[in-house]
């Protein structure tokens, strides 16, 4: 059982206005850039909610009807949160390398969801994402926006255990730890 990595080992998660700040400026001067700052916001937060749209929007100079054209144009963007926990198994290379195959094998499991389905009592939403920007940390896992470093194969068990006895986990701030 793998466990997690001390908080020091990154730095503390910025405020949550602070990362859609980021995703607006890293994004905003690159024309046709908007689907890529939603499907980043998706990835950090599990679903586009209308606040962080907003906001988003606000910061990129981008309407909000725009941003909703995209969003409800393609079924890949959620505007609801699919379950209380969202729980996203990177499957980047790295962590492929490092065996997040397993990690999603064991979680799913221990759900007994398949990838990108919803426990039915809606608790838990199992995804796979694509680098979660923590390559050196790799395989990881984040749930809602924290992250597990360096698990194991068979670690499926602990990290529900540790989201149902609310364990505190490592904050994530993508551009602290992206390799
Ligand atoms: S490949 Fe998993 S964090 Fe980058």
Redesign the pocket.
């Known amino acids: 059982m793998s466990t997690p990595i001390e908080a020091t080992t990154v730095k503390a998660a910025a405020p949550k206005g602070d990362m859609i700040s980021t995703l607006a400026n890293k994004w905003k001067s690159k024309p046709g850039s908007l689907i890529m700052a939603l499907h980043e916001l998706q990835v950090k937060v599990g679903f586009v909610q209308r606040e962080s749209a907003m906001r988003l929007g606000h910061e990129m100079g981008v309407p909000l009807a725009q941003i909703y054209e995209v969003v409800t144009f393609y079924n890949y963007f959620k505007t609801e949160a699919p379950g209380k926990y969202i729980i996203s198994v990177?499957?980047?290379?790295?962590?492929?390398l490092k065996g997040?195959g397993g990690v999603l094998a064991s979680l799913s499991a221990e759900l007994k969801v398949p990838e990108g389905h919803s426990t039915p009592d809606k608790e838990y939403h199992l995804q796979a994402v694509?680098?979660?920007?923590?390559?050196g940390?790799?395989?990881?896992v984040s749930v809602n926006n924290k992250v597990y470093a360096k698990l194991k194969p068979e670690d499926g068990r602990h990290v529900i255990e540790c989201i149902q006895i609310d364990k505190p986990m490592i904050d994530i701030e993508q551009e602290s730890v992206t390799?």
Not at 90 to 96: P, Q, R, S
Not at 137 to 140: E, F, G, H, N, R
Request: glycine share 10%.
């Open positions: 990177c499957l980047g290379t790295a962590c492929h997040a694509r680098c979660l920007g923590c390559c940390l790799a395989p990881c390799d």
